[in-house]
């Protein structure tokens, strides 16, 4: 899930600072009215950057012909933070090399330190995290050069913040919590003595208890979960700060996810109405994203097939459309990146793309031919797989004592017939239980579950269900997801990602990886034939 309301906060630190800029032979009166009417769009921009970013523009291009360097690094520093809350991370890359510029000629360093705060941001957001976590160490450098202890404190937190958002990414769980604790603390450094400071604070407080919210529901630490929701929300309805519109739709954004999570659909569906309401006052198509799909999530365990049936179409329209947007963005960076290495050699560059096209289309032509022969293997298995699904139910097996006792493999741990047959039923139980969907489901869990040990579970499998641990739970996960797009249309409909979670896997990689195996083809094939044939 993409955050990015923290940024509209710096707003007032920006708007309250001054640069110890060269002062051109203007007027001081025509100086003093550049920098109120960039003060008036950075602050404006939250609720039109359409018009916000027309007149930053132009008024960099004023503050350049004079010669005024604070003007010109002010008002591009206001169109970074549009650009990126709109999701233009291209335009966020190339404009900061402006306010790079400005900021180290004025040695402004709290300049300095967020724009390579928020290219670091960028950078992550396209999933360059090698180079995010550069931009961050920079960010770091001269943090202790900002002379106001209330902006290099709090810039401190926003920078932990991304280190958490990266370890986010990376899945790095440990690291993320380590990360927003600190930026939690930093918050707390910061001296509560004006308005602007108390917003600030209580922002990054608000944001970082729903953060450790989420992680913990995602670890079905659900008390844990609610202690920091509770703490976000408190901050959320109390009067010591006035929460941006950005905040708040994060923030009902991210309660209404986790009351989604925990099966409270009526509660999931309030708050993610409100926090739609809130996001169109200032657009944000990733929380936008995030709420469609809390939408059409708790809409559809609520039975209201209309209402989540529009927020599906809404939801995958959207997702289509900022990952056409993010690929277009890739290529910008990408040379960015490239012209940075002073001793990359560009012709070497244009010969390897030039021969990568030709491989490229020699091995497209070449997997066509292939696809066209295999596609019929493809189309015979899947015929086979909805035959089987529409076949009656098999004769059921004999008794499980003849089971236990005709079964002609030879165990290589001793069982005798009675451990056997207990384990026998136990696992029937656990299967019925559909106990096989549990995300840390193991063998050695399983196995205390059962009240017996590691070894005998698996030779009992190994005997009567003839796989080993992996393949048997691969076997009852892939066909309970089947089993689920072929009885009920509505599953057709979730992404592959929800799919995966549905039957217990931790990655859509794996599950894909899994479904290929068991059927022979993916997942997305079968939605698609299922789709088709209805």
Not at 432 to 453: G, H, I, P, Q
Request: proline share 2%; glycine share 2%.
């Amino acid at each position: 899930m993409k955050k990015i309301y923290l940024f509209f906060i710096i707003f007032s630190f920006y708007a309250a600072s001054a640069q110890n800029a060269k002062i051109p032979k203007e007027s001081v009166s025509k100086i003093k009215i550049l920098d109120a009417e960039i003060k008036k769009y950075k602050t404006s921009a939250a609720s039109d950057p359409v018009t916000a970013t027309k007149k930053l523009q132009q008024l960099k291009e004023q503050s350049e012909r004079i010669h005024y360097t604070n003007g010109s690094m002010t008002s591009s520093m206001g169109l970074v933070l549009i650009y990126y809350n709109d999701g233009n991370y291209k335009k966020t890359i190339e404009e900061s090399r402006f306010v790079e510029k400005y900021a180290k000629e004025l040695q402004a360093y709290d300049y300095i330190s967020d724009i390579y705060r928020m290219r670091a941001n960028a950078y992550g957001e396209m999933g360059l995290l090698d180079e995010c976590l550069k931009e961050l160490e920079k960010s770091l450098i001269n943090i202790d050069d900002i002379k106001s202890l209330n902006r290099r404190i709090y810039r401190k937190s926003l920078i932990y913040e991304s280190y958490a958002g990266v370890y986010e990414k990376k899945e790095d769980i440990k690291k993320q919590i380590f990360y927003r604790h600190k930026s939690i603390v930093s918050s707390y450094q910061i001296p509560g003595n004006e308005p602007e400071t108390i917003n600030a604070k209580y922002q990054n407080l608000a944001y970082q208890y729903a953060s450790l919210g989420l992680i913990y529901s995602n670890l079905k630490s659900k008390d844990s979960a609610r202690h920091y929701f509770e703490k976000a929300l408190e901050i959320h309805e109390s009067d010591k700060c006035d929460i941006y519109v950005n905040g708040r739709a994060t923030l009902l954004s991210d309660m209404a996810k986790f009351y989604n999570d925990n099966g409270e659909y009526h509660k999931a569906i309030l708050f993610a109405k409100q926090a739609e309401d809130f996001e169109r006052q200032a657009s944000m198509p990733y929380i936008r994203k995030d709420i469609y799909h809390t939408l059409f999530s708790s809409y559809i365990e609520s039975n209201k097939q209309d209402s989540s049936k529009y927020y599906s179409r809404l939801y995958m329209y959207l997702s289509d459309s900022l990952l056409k947007s993010e690929k277009e963005s890739l290529i910008t960076p990408v040379k960015q990146i490239i012209s940075d290495n002073e001793h990359e050699n560009h012709t070497a560059i244009k010969k390897i793309l030039i021969v990568s096209v030709l491989a490229f289309g020699i091995a497209a032509f070449m997997g066509w031919l292939y696809w066209r022969r295999k596609n019929r293997f493809i189309q015979g298995k899947y015929k086979d797989l909805v035959a089987k699904i529409n076949a009656k139910q098999k004769e059921q097996e004999l008794e499980l004592q003849d089971n236990v006792r005709n079964n002609g493999t030879k165990p290589s741990v001793a069982i005798t017939d009675d451990t056997a047959r207990t384990l026998l039923l136990k696992l029937e139980k656990f299967e019925n239980a559909e106990k096989y969907l549990r995300k840390d489901l193991s063998l050695t869990w399983m196995a205390n579950n059962l009240n017996t040990n590691p070894k005998y579970l698996s030779e009992v499998i190994k005997m009567y269900r003839e796989h080993n641990f992996t393949s048997y739970i691969n076997e009852l996960r892939i066909n309970y997801i089947i089993r689920k797009l072929y009885d009920n249309p509505i599953y057709r409909e979730y992404k592959i990602t929800y799919l995966a979670e549905e039957c217990g896997y931790t990655t859509p990689r794996v599950f894909v990886n899994a479904f290929k195996k068991e059927t022979g083809f993916t997942p997305s094939y079968f939605v698609e034939q299922l789709k088709a044939s209805a």
